[in-house]
């Protein structure tokens, strides 16, 4: 059974960074890309930053690029999301989701096949 739990949400000021974590375990499959979606109330998921097996190619959407950094440790299994310059409309619920790399990417999430519980990121003006 694959399980993705997510931390190191908080809640922080604008211009403070955080950094979270997702730890995976009980993947079968190979080729599995991992990354971050997140969620304001009211409006729909909408994919942050993805990263390949081996680390490689990490993408993100404009509204993150040049202030957040996705990375994923040698094993695979763990990666990071690390958010500087936080702006208040980076608050969100961000969960962590992974699946096989061809099936979706940060604009096309039905192929997602897991997903975190969530973890709740708040910037305060």
């Known amino acids: 059974q694959v399980r993705l739990v997510e931390s190191g949400g908080g809640s922080v000021q604008a211009g403070q960074p955080l950094r979270l974590r997702c730890a995976a375990s009980?993947?079968?499959?190979?080729?599995?890309?991992m990354g971050w979606f997140r969620q304001a109330p009211g409006k729909e998921r909408e994919g942050v930053a993805r990263?390949?097996?081996?680390?490689?190619?990490?993408t993100y959407d404009d509204s993150v690029k040049g202030r957040f950094s996705i990375s994923r440790d040698n094993a695979g299994n763990t990666i990071y999301l690390l958010m500087n310059s936080l702006k208040p409309e980076d608050t969100a619920m961000y969960y962590c989701?992974?699946?096989?790399?061809?099936?979706?990417?940060?604009?096309?999430?039905?192929?997602?096949?897991?997903w975190g519980q969530g973890t709740q990121v708040t910037v305060s003006p």
């Open positions: 989701a992974a699946g096989e790399c061809t099936n979706w990417t940060l604009r096309d999430k039905k192929g997602v096949n897991y």
């Open positions: 009980g993947f079968t499959e190979s080729n599995i890309c």
């Open positions: 990263i390949l097996p081996g680390g490689l190619y990490p």
